[in-house]
C-alpha cells in the first residue's frame, strides 16, 4: 500500500470554520430520515458515472485536508465544498460491522491509546507483509469501538483540524450511507460515495471477509447496481472480482500503487505480476474484464524526477482510455510537502503552495477524476479547467 507522504499543513481555515459540522450530532450519530422515501436521482441522471462532471472530485476520507478523516464532519464538510463523490475505506470490527478507517490500526487516527481499559489490546501485527504496532479494529467490538473519539492523523501538519479531535466517533459504513440518504433527500440528489475494501485478502484469512458484508449493505441500500451511485475500488484485483461475483453492479476502480509493487492478493497467489505489468496495454485489458477504471498513484500519470519535478507525462492516461477504462489517480493535497517541487511555493513545507498549478497540470493529461483531501480547491480548478 502506497504509505503516506511528507505531511503537511494547511493554511486556509475561514471558510472551513464557518461551516461547521452541520447537522451531525456530537456523538457523530446521524439525524432521523424526515420521510422514508428514497432520495431522488442524482445530476448524474439515473446515476451512471459517465453523468459525473470531469474531472470528478472525489473528497479523500472525506474533506481531511481539514477535518480529521473518516468523520461524518469530514464527509459533510466534502459535499459542503463541492465534492462530486465522498471516499470511504472500510475494515471490520471483531463483530463483524465495518466501519470507516483507512487502515485497521487505529492508534494514528483515534484516542484509543488513553483508554487504560484497553491498554492490554496493543500488539504487533503483520498487515500485508508490514509490521504495525498498535490497536486493531479487528481486536474490538463495535459497541467497544463507539466508546473511542476520531483525531487528526498529523497533527504536527494540520494543527487546525485538531480544534475537532474527539468531536466525533468512528463511523459505521452503515451509518454513513444513511448519513448520504438523509443528504440525498436534503440536496435533491442521491451522494455518490467511493468505497474501498482495505487490506481484503488479510480480513478472509481471519475470518472477517469483507465482500459480502459490503454486498449486503450495498443491496440494503439500493446502491448494488450500475446506477447506484457508488464506485467500488481496491488495491487486491481479487476483491472487485469477488464483488462482481457476488452480483454487484456498481462501476469498480483498480488501485495501482508503485511500478514495482504487487497488489497483496498476488503475493498471497504467488502471481508474480508487478503494477508495471498491470499497465501495459495486455494488462489494462485484463483489468478492463472486471473493473470500468484505475485508481493510479499520481507519479504513474506525471512521474517525478530526482528533485520532485514533474517530467513528461506518461501514456497511462492513453492507454487506459484505449481499454474503456477511466482514470481516478490519488492524491492532491495542497500543501507543498506532498505538491511536486515545480509548484512548491517558499520555504514552509506545511504551507500552500501553487494547488492550482497542480491540479490544472494533471487536468491536462486527460485524467477522469482526481481524489483530494482538499476538494474545495479540486472543484475551483475543475470549473476552470475541467472539460465539462
Ligand atoms: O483510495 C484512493 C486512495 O485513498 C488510495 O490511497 O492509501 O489513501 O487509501 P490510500
Ligand atoms: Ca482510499
Redesign the pocket.
Known amino acids: 500500500m502506497h504509505q503516506e507522504q511528507r505531511p503537511g499543513r494547511r493554511t486556509v481555515l475561514g471558510a472551513a470554520a464557518a461551516l461547521g459540522a452541520g447537522a451531525m450530532t456530537l456523538g457523530g450519530g446521524v439525524a432521523p430520515a424526515a420521510a422514508a422515501a428514497p432520495a431522488p436521482a442524482s445530476r448524474g441522471g439515473g446515476g451512471s458515472y459517465k453523468d459525473l462532471p470531469v474531472p470528478t472530485v472525489i473528497g479523500?476520507?472525506g474533506a481531511c485536508g481539514y477535518r480529521p478523516e473518516h468523520t461524518l464532519g469530514s464527509y459533510e464538510y466534502a459535499l459542503a465544498m463541492g465534492a462530486d463523490v465522498i471516499?470511504?475505506?472500510v475494515v471490520p470490527t471483531k463483530d463483524g460491522h465495518l466501519v470507516c478507517r483507512?487502515e485497521n490500526d487505529i492508534t494514528a487516527t483515534t484516542d484509543v491509546a488513553s483508554h487504560p481499559e484497553f491498554a492490554s489490546r496493543k500488539t504487533t501485527k503483520t498487515v500485508d507483509g508490514e509490521k504495525h504496532t498498535g490497536w486493531f479494529t479487528e481486536d474490538f467490538t463495535l459497541a467497544e469501538l463507539k466508546t473511542l473519539r476520531a483525531k487528526e492523523r498529523i497533527p504536527g501538519n494540520r494543527q487546525h483540524n485538531t480544534l475537532y479531535d474527539g468531536y466525533w466517533q468512528v463511523p459505521t459504513f452503515e451509518e454513513v450511507l444513511k448519513w448520504a440518504e438523509e443528504q440525498g433527500r436534503k440536496r435533491g440528489r442521491r451522494i455518490w460515495l467511493?468505497v474501498?475494501t482495505?487490506h481484503p485478502t488479510y480480513f478472509r484469512k481471519a475470518g472477517l471477509g469483507l465482500e459480502e458484508r459490503l454486498a449486503k449493505l450495498l443491496r440494503r441500500y439500493n446502491r448494488s447496481g450500475r446506477g447506484g451511485h457508488t464506485f467500488l475500488?481496491s488495491f487486491e484485483p481479487s476483491s472487485l472480482q469477488r464483488l462482481g461475483r457476488l452480483g454487484i453492479d456498481c462501476p469498480k476502480i483498480l488501485?495501482l500503487d508503485d511500478l514495482p509493487t504487487r497488489p497483496w492478493d498476488f503475493v498471497e497467489a504467488k502471481d508474480p505480476r508487478t503494477v508495471a505489468d498491470l499497465i501495459t496495454p495486455a494488462g489494462l485489458k485484463w483489468v478492463s474484464g472486471f473493473a470500468q477504471g484505475i485508481?493510479p498513484w499520481l507519479n504513474l500519470i506525471i512521474p517525478r524526477d530526482a528533485a520532485g519535478k514533474l517530467t513528461k507525462p506518461t501514456t497511462l492516461v492513453r492507454d487506459a482510455h484505449s481499454a474503456g477504462l477511466i482514470l481516478h489517480p490519488?492524491t492532491m493535497r495542497n500543501e507543498n510537502s506532498f505538491l511536486p517541487a515545480d509548484f512548491q511555493r517558499g520555504t514552509d513545507p506545511n504551507a500552500y503552495g501553487d494547488a492550482f498549478g497542480a491540479f490544472k497540470t494533471y487536468f491536462a493529461t486527460g485524467i477522469d477524476g482526481i481524489?483530494s483531501d482538499n476538494p474545495d480547491t479540486a472543484a475551483l480548478a475543475r470549473d476552470a479547467h475541467g472539460r465539462r
Do not use: P, S, T, V
Open positions: 479523500h476520507r471516499e470511504q475505506d483507512h467511493h474501498e482495505k475500488q488501485l485508481g490519488y481524489f
